[in-house]
Every structure is written in structure tokens, then in C-alpha cells.
């Protein structure tokens, strides 16, 4: 029995901050792309075919990420993130991609070309007062104390209690109601994330960490399949659903089935597997051309078609 998804989103209506950036937007570099961009265009009408486009190529092609045709910004009280939720061209397949790491831009750059090219949003977490902040983790305010945690761990309360103790020292020591009221508090920032896309669409999650390889997950007594397949490093997919994985498996990709009864970390994967959400992470190396065939791969797999299908091949 699935549970359905807790939607923490009437606490953000009253707070959400709607722009119009497709007036202030860089218009010389979108001009010179909108080339390329309507040639994809004209091969995807009619939903999710990815017949005869070559999506890595055209991703290599783009020297920037077009601006989204509108964005909403949600911030999270008390710490120093906001959710960025961008839509590309107004129409939005039932595919969202999901980018928690700051650190990552390789892989959000390639998220926000694919997502201009085939209309998917795209959620990010970002500093506003600090755009270009590349930290990996995020900072919540408590009693005028930053504690900092990692936004892919803050899905769950146990998480929560997890990150927050494994990245400040102080943590350990507070009392335990205190220990809890900062984690409760931390889980009410995850469930704002998550209500940005639980239940409105498979989930692609984009990652590009050179820390983590699939023997990890092996590490932790997971389901791994470590693939035969050349040409992409330590890169890996994590996936909630068996048929997912078996495809990739037998592609030859290296693929981690994440089940409920697997240790809750907080993750998101973890609290898709809850929910029973079909929830597809990429974790590629920083080659945005590795990255680009990862989501190519993910996208095929998502239309039904053969993972490594591709125009000519
Ligand atoms: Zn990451």
C-alpha cells in the first residue's frame, strides 16, 4: 500500500514569488541557438519522441542553458537555500528534473539544455543572496546557529538526524529535544523541496560527483548491477523501480535498485521508494557529454524505447 505523498505546499502558496525572466534573458546567446533548438523542436512534436534527435550532440552543441520561460522561487525559511522550479516553453511533460547540489553545475546545465529542448522542468536549490555559491550543503539557522546539511539527506527525519549530526560537531552534544526540534525542523525544509514534485511527474534526479562510486552501494548490502559498459567511468543510475533496473541492467549501465527496506538515509531516492514514485538519479562524472548520454539514456528508458537508442544506431 502506497502512501500518498504529504503535500507541504499549502505553506508555500503565500510565499511564492513569480517572475517573467524570458524579457531580461540573454538574448544574444539564445538567439544564436534558437537554430539548433527548433530543429529538435520540429523532430518532438507529439509528445516524448526522441526519434531521430541525438540529444547528447545537440546538449554538446549549446554553448549555454536557454533561460526558462518562467520560474517560481520558493525560499526555505531559516535556511540560506530556495527552491528554483524553472519551466521551459509553458508545456511541461510528466518528467521533472531535480537537481539537490549546488556543487554539481555540470549536471544542471545539462538538465536546463535537455529541459528547453524537450519542454521538462527543472527544480534547483540556490542561494539567492549568493548565486554562485557552489557549496554542496546547505545552512539552517537555529537559535542563531548554522547548522549545515546536505539537501539529498533531508527527505526523511531520520536523515535529518543523520546529516545534521555527520556535518556539525556541535550536534551530538544538545540536548535530545533540542537534537529533534532542529531535525523537525529541517524536515519541514525537505518537504517543501519534495512537494515541488512528488507525485507531479517521474523524477529525474541529476547529479556529477567524482565521490561516489556504485561500490559504495554495494557497501551498504544494496541491489547493484556493476556494468560492462565502456566509456562512462565510475558513473552510475539509481532507480525505485525492478523493470527500470532490469533494462539498464541488461544495457549494460551500472544501476542501483533502491528498495524501502534498504537503510533510510534521507535521500531522495529513499523517499521515493516510500511513496512508490518511479524516480530515475543520474550520477555521471563532471563530462557534461557523459552526463548528456546518461540523460539521454534515462529519457529512453522512460519512453519505453531501448536505453541506448539513438539515431543511426
Ligand atoms: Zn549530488
Redesign the pocket.
Known sequence: MLKKFDDASHKIKNEKLVFDEGTHADHKNFLEEEKTITEIDEHLRGGLSLEGVDISSSVMRLNSAPPPETFTLVPLENSNLSIRTEKYKGSSKDIIFVH??R??PI?LDVARKIGNMLQINVVTLMDPSMPHNSD?YGTLMHRKIAYAYDP?KVFTLEGCMQTLNMRNSNYKFLDKSVREEIAQDLLEKGKMIAAQFMEKGTIIAV???ENQTIADFKGLGMEVNIGERKGFGDSFFVVTERADYDVLKSAGYNVVLQKLSDKDDGSLSYLCSIYGQRYINI?SSSDPRINASLAEVALNVLAGRRPDASPGK
Request: charged share 25%; aromatic share 0%; net charge negative.
Open positions: 539537490l547540489h556543487s554539481e549536471a554542496r539529498n547529479h556529477n560527483t550520477d
